[in-house]
């Protein structure tokens, strides 16, 4: 069954700061890996998709690479602002199963 | 529409009782998905649509929950005799070509449901 963790639960950090959420997932049998964001009391907004071919993807500040092998996604964040604050997801797209499993979740909180 | 759309946004209800929750995917979107997410928790997979496929019920915690998808286009998630775990947001979302593919999910905004 696939596991997916994210760390760190929450981080709290400066504007302008550059920071790395970590995601990994226990099956490396995936079709991709996906970033969300959610704000407090929304749905989740797609950041990134990454299909398992994929190393990396770049939209804006934001970059996401893929190493398939070990289980590890990271998100990159570059120049944080405060409307960077927010709950962000990864989830994965087993090749066992037809649903994605997501982490808990990491909660950051940029302060201006 | 534009996104995702669900319905009803917030709901509460008494202990014991039926509840309905709403799903319009994006047009054209043939995979459907039902999560639910609990008060600072993770998501949880309830039930996959594909097409006019047998849906992936896995997820479904009990027998109390059913979801059915009428010409492969909107979704209704029942819940019976409701209980206070069951007090979540449930999120719908739909996708172009479903899990074998490398389409993006898009997501509503939830339906917030409360047991009192």
């Known amino acids: 069954k696939q596991e997916v963790t994210q760390i760190p639960a929450a981080l709290s950090v400066p504007e302008g700061e550059n920071l790395v959420l970590n995601c990994s997932f226990t099956d490396s049998a995936i079709y991709n890996l996906q970033w969300f964001r959610q704000d407090p009391g929304k749905g989740l907004t797609s950041l990134l998709l990454?299909?398992?071919?994929?190393r990396e993807q770049t939209s804006g500040r934001l970059n996401a690479s893929l190493d398939k092998s070990s289980g590890r996604s990271t998100l990159y964040i570059a120049a944080s602002q405060p409307g960077d604050s927010a709950t962000y997801l990864c989830a994965v797209r087993s090749v066992s199963t037809n649903d994605m499993r997501f982490g808990a979740g990491t909660r950051l909180t940029v302060k201006p | 529409g534009a996104g995702v759309s669900q319905s009803p946004s917030n709901k509460v209800t008494e202990k014991g009782k039926d509840v309905e929750l709403r799903c319009d995917p994006i047009s054209g979107h043939t995979a459907l998905y039902w999560y639910r997410q609990s008060l600072g928790q993770g998501l949880e997979f309830l039930i996959y649509?594909?097409?006019?496929?047998?849906?992936?019920k896995s997820g479904l915690p009990s027998d109390r929950f059913s979801a059915e998808r009428t010409g492969g286009s909107v979704s209704t998630l029942t819940i019976q005799r409701t209980q206070q775990e069951d007090s979540a947001v449930y999120l719908c979302?739909?996708?172009?070509?479903?899990?074998?593919?490398?389409?993006?999910?898009?997501f509503g905004e939830g339906s917030w449901l409360t047991v009192v």
């Open positions: 649509f594909q097409g006019n496929s047998a849906p992936d």
């Open positions: 990454i299909q398992s071919s994929q």
């Open positions: 979302a739909s996708s172009g070509q479903g899990a074998y593919s490398g389409n993006t999910i898009y």
